[in-house]
């Protein structure tokens, strides 16, 4: 079965230093990995997908993640914090049976900038 | 295109009250879900529907029960509701159909069960 650990519950920056939101999933073989974003009382948006492609991911906002499967990994970096970027992020992994989708996600990582 | 939309966006109910959250897409996916999130615990699949005509239980089933009215619409019903289904509910939609594509949330329902 696919499941996913965020090591981080809360993590605090200041702004303009970077960000790293860790996540490390298990699967019985290839997944698809996913970030998402979610603001305070707002649904859930994506970030970027990793779908067996290129590992390095990049994404919205200046958001990229690495996929390394000898350590079963999908961190989530960005260079330079900005305010605007304090908000939960799921680490998430999909996978594909009988020809439908089912997602897993993480606990969640609350991300604080520190002005 | 609208995307994923969700009504109502907050409800406030009795124990033992009964209601029906909506959802709808126009996305033309075939695979849509409900999750309830709750503080610390991410997002719990409550009920999935892999293409219309479809329904099946997830995680946390128990208290509700939905409808695929058709492949825009999917539907879900506390019969008898609980302070145990406080919560924010969130329904999305997917291609599916063997493609691994992302999914498209709505923008919630808070609940509060009193």
Redesign the interface.
Known sequence: AQSVTQLDSHVSVSEGTPVLLRCNYSSSYSPSLFWYVQHPNKGLQLLLKYTSAATLVKGINGFEAEFKKSETSFHLTKPSAHMSDAAEYFCVVSDDINNFNKFYFGSGTKLNVKP | NAGVTQTPKFQVLKTGQSMTLQCAQDMNHN?M?WYRQDP??????IY?S?SEGTTDKGEVPNGYNVSRLNKREFSLRLESAAPSQTSVY?C?S?F?????????????TRLTVL
């Open positions: 695979s879900y610390g615990m991410g997002l719990r699949l999935y892999a969130f999305a997917t599916g159909q063997g493609l691994i594509n992302e999914q498209f949330f709505g923008p919630g």
